[in-house]
């Protein structure tokens, strides 16, 4: 068969296409018989690597790449600062690119900075890139962050203490029904926030808005939440915070004293907000720091990057204040 790609090797040995390449790149993670079945199926495919690339291994360029989907986006922004700086403390220059969530232009980012000889990549995966992912980790240590996808490594925030930890302090409040905005069910982080979601707010009234990567989708499902009598909304994400900010604000909904509002990620300015906001915080900057501190190893001992799961945490605050025995959001309005 010429032509034939890594998806189709992997898919004729019976494995995950990550697996595939780096049973190819001979990764002792892989057992010899995973090892040896890839090996006949890439054969007789008539399927080779790019040998070209395969060399680049052998050289360093004391560069890694960052691949994030959005420069504009807040966290992502201050996940690229804090690897950059982590980077640059052990030595290492870093080039960033942005995929705007989308797997081709992921692809065709990784394909760009593994042409310009990076010894490594950070990457933020997104579906649709899985092959691309693969077929770079068999040249060269990619490590995922952020978010997970199929079995490679990745560095990511468990969710469950932040998220745990704020639903019981609004039980305490005395709310019952609770408004989520939820990040997008295309990720693994937006898939696995709601699950802990609905496990720790299990026997109350919820409702749940699914969100998307735009402030404005936060924005609408506010306005429909607070029309649906909720009192007290949980963000998923960063970008579901700021709609949920602006929503409050064009409906003149008193945070904290109306309505209670948990949002996710620490950003500066909603510790100065008129009711500095509570938050389930990730810590950008610690993740930031052990991806870089895992693929800096993996690139100097020339092993595979290790994971990293770091705890989420609660920081409460003055926009939680509020319980419902006032009455719900809008009451003042009515």
């Known amino acids: 068969m010429s032509g034939a790609t890594l998806k189709d090797?992997?898919?004729?040995?019976?494995?995950?296409?990550?697996?595939?390449?780096?049973?190819?790149?001979?990764n002792p993670a892989i057992s010899e018989a995973t090892r040896r079945r890839v090996k006949k199926a890439a054969a007789?495919?008539?399927?080779?690597?790019?040998?070209?690339?395969?060399?680049?291994?052998?050289?360093?360029?004391?560069?890694?790449g960052l691949v994030i989907p959005s420069?504009?986006?807040?966290?992502?922004?201050?996940?690229?600062?804090?690897?950059?700086?982590?980077?640059?403390?052990?030595?290492?220059?870093?080039?960033?690119?942005?995929?705007?969530?989308?797997?081709?232009?992921?692809?065709?980012?990784?394909?760009?900075?593994?042409s310009r000889q990076v010894d490594g990549i950070v990457a933020v995966p997104m579906h649709g890139a899985e092959e691309a992912l693969a077929a770079t980790a068999a040249l060269r240590p990619l490590l995922l962050v952020d978010r997970h996808l199929g079995d490679l490594p990745a560095v990511v925030s468990d969710p469950t203490p932040g998220i745990a930890a704020a639903l019981a302090l609004l039980k305490r409040r005395g709310h019952s029904r609770i408004g989520y905005l939820s990040g997008p069910d295309s990720t693994s982080t937006g898939r696995e926030r709601l699950e802990?979601?609905?496990?720790?707010?299990?026997?109350?009234?919820?409702?749940?808005?699914?969100?998307?990567?735009?402030?404005?989708?936060?924005?609408?499902?506010?306005?429909?939440?607070?029309?649906?009598?909720?009192?007290?909304i949980v963000a998923g994400d960063s970008m579901m915070t700021f709609g949920a900010l602006e929503a409050c604000h064009n409906a003149q909904v008193d945070i904290g004293?109306?309505?209670?509002?948990?949002?996710?990620?620490?950003?500066?300015?909603?510790?100065?907000?008129?009711?500095?906001?509570?938050?389930?915080?990730?810590?950008?900057?610690?993740?930031?720091?052990?991806?870089?501190?895992?693929?800096?190893?993996?690139?100097?001992?020339?092993?595979t990057p290790r994971g990293v799961?770091?705890?989420?945490?609660?920081?409460?605050?003055?926009?939680?204040?509020?319980?419902p025995q006032s009455g719900p959001a809008l009451a003042a309005q009515q």
């Open 9 to 26: 090797v992997a898919a004729a040995a019976g494995v995950s296409v990550s697996t595939a390449s780096r049973s190819l790149a001979d």
């Open 196 to 232: 802990v979601f609905l496990r720790e707010s299990s026997g109350l009234d919820v409702i749940v808005h699914d969100g998307g990567f735009r402030r404005k989708e936060g924005y609408k499902a506010t306005l429909d939440l607070l029309d649906s009598q909720v009192t007290a």
């Open 257 to 303: 004293k109306q309505l209670a509002l948990v949002g996710f990620d620490d950003f500066v300015f909603l510790r100065y907000q008129p009711s500095p906001v509570s938050v389930i915080d990730q810590e950008v900057d610690r993740l930031g720091v052990a991806a870089v501190d895992s693929l800096i190893h993996a690139i100097e001992t020339k092993t």
């Open 44 to 64: 007789s495919l008539n399927y080779h690597p790019n040998a070209q690339a395969r060399a680049l291994r052998s050289s360093r360029s004391n560069a890694i």
């Open 71 to 114: 420069l504009v986006n807040p966290y992502f922004a201050a996940m690229a600062a804090a690897i950059e700086e982590a980077a640059e403390a052990r030595g290492f220059a870093t080039i960033i690119t942005s995929s705007a969530e989308d797997g081709t232009k992921l692809a065709s980012a990784l394909d760009a900075l593994s």
């Open 309 to 323: 799961v770091h705890p989420t945490r609660f920081i409460p605050r003055p926009s939680t204040a509020y319980g």
